[in-house]
């Protein structure tokens, strides 16, 4: 599927590409990456957010967390002409790295998982595919020609999303 | 003076977390060094602060499987301690304590899986042991949680639990000798901005 350019997502960033491209983001762990699309325009974009909700002060940093995260990257594809009734989703990650008995890791994974969710049903962007949760950390491709996500993990079968 | 994010820490403190990496280590390599029966030192300690994509740059990419041993440190500090074990360390705890060598990771079973546990957890209890005792404070330790994923992913775990303080993360480590080839064990240490500001003072270094 990797045809274009491919253009790499770190830790709380995004990029966007239009036309064609292949958007990266790698090792999410209880990280989330969301792709975003808008079919028409072929306009792609893939936010890679690390915590549920923004609390902070100054925030400095809106793509670190789900909410801002998703709310900064729908207005960035707006200005570049894409239409938010058009716009669906797609989103990986969510897992819990480590498992522990006593339960004193919290499940950070999973709160995101819930805020993506619920962030993108105020917005009202349909969710079409996810592949979130379990123990294992993905590396999330995305097409921003054909809208199909792939993901890749260690020991496991790649996932056309 | 208190600090809020870890950028703010001073070259005195600095120095101060460096000497805390170099005992704490050091103590860890001579643990190591009981258990495999031969000798380990250290190379110099290093005290890192940096942005999340840096991190993950600095301990080798994001997709690099490694097996990683995590433990939560609570009571008078909190953070995470980790082991990341990459292959050359795997096969030096693998030989030296099964006679056995792997080329994937894939190979391990639950015995080899028990004995990265049991020498990451040993390192981790020393280095903690060092520093409880040098600061006179009181730190629990959970009971060490183990996986074989990408680094990047295990690396994200002490980021994301800090995530909401600080846009940075702090480590504390070094990586050991053995054999006269340096072999990359990366023991991280990273604390939570409340518990590092009680550290130094504790130390005597911040009297805020």
Known sequence: MVNGNKLTIGIADMKMAKGEGVLVTYALGSCIGICLHDPVLKLGALVHIMLPVNMEAGRKNPLKYADTGIRETLHQMELKGAVRTRITAKIAGGAKMFEDNGGSMGNIGQRNIESVRMVLRREKIRLLKEDVGGGVARTLLFDVNSGLGCVRCYGRQELII | ?208
């Open chain 2, 1 to 208: 003076m208190e600090i809020k994010n870890y950028d703010e820490l001073t070259s005195l403190e600095l120095d101060t977390l460096r000497e805390i990496g170099s005992i704490g280590t050091g103590n860890a390599a001579t643990a190591l060094s009981q258990l495999l029966g031969r000798e380990v030192r250290i190379t110099l300690p290093e005290v890192r602060i940096m942005g999340y994509n840096e991190a993950i740059e600095w301990i080798g990419g994001p997709e690099e499987i490694t097996a990683g041993v995590l433990v939560k440190l609570s009571g008078q500090m909190s953070g995470i301690m980790l082991s990341v074990q990459q292959i050359e360390f795997v096969n030096l705890v693998l030989e030296s304590m099964l006679q056995k060598q792997i080329t994937d990771y894939a190979q391990l079973a639950e015995l080899e899986n028990s004995a990265l546990i049991e020498v990451g957890n040993i390192m981790i209890s020393t280095f903690i042991n060092a520093l409880s005792g040098l600061a006179n404070i009181d730190v629990n330790l959970t009971v060490p949680a183990f996986t074989v994923d990408m680094q990047g992913a295990i690396l994200t775990v002490p980021m994301a639990e800090y995530g909401g303080q600080s846009d940075y993360i702090m480590t504390i480590g070094g990586n050991f000798v053995c054999n006269e080839h340096e072999v990359p064990c990366r023991l991280l240490l990273s604390p939570d901005i409340r518990s590092l500001n009680f550290l130094l003072r504790k130390l005597g270094v911040n009297d805020g």
